[in-house]
């Protein structure tokens, strides 16, 4: 586990720090679809992504669920943070949208090593401040964007995942992370196509 850490971390956290994660932290591999984190878990280790991307969902208690942000290599999600703290339920679902690795860090080190390693202080605050940042995109999001504006901004942030222009969806999947109908979505990609802005193929999208 050390020789991933210093690869994946060894410019974000001293050595002492990474020596320590891989002491008492475990890796675990997930693959695309694997719900890693569900509603109401009790939450007793906090994750640090090494590789894949992972989508985080909000539950809505009228219907359904609502993407809030994806996570990346590097990242955390803060919302698993804050309940690791406050050792509080977990309101998220994390799913994974690609195949990946985590390293997973035992919440009893999370508070100690905020007063022990300034690396790890700065780290939880620019992860929050991160998270923070794309809530308050997708809170913007619901409340200007026309639902068109909303499913290209999702497109693009899938093609940035897959580092690719043409990007593996159903109608039904984007309707369900945007809390929206597939005839909606359906609706909407094709005038999008129409525009020039996308081209359908029978099982993917492709930005243009």
Known sequence: MIELLNQHYGAVFEEKLRLEIAQVAVLRDFHEGDVLIDFGDSIRKMPLLLNGAIKILREDFDEGELLLYFIEKGDTCAMTMACCLGTAKSEIRAVAETDGLLVMIPVEFMEEWLGKYKSWRNYVFTSYNSRLKEMLSTIDSLAFMNMDERIMSYLIDKSKIAKSKEILATHQEIAYDLHTSR???????????????IRLHRASIELL
């Open 183 to 197: 005839v909606v979505v359906s609706r909407l990609l094709k005038a999008m196509e129409n525009k020039g802005r």
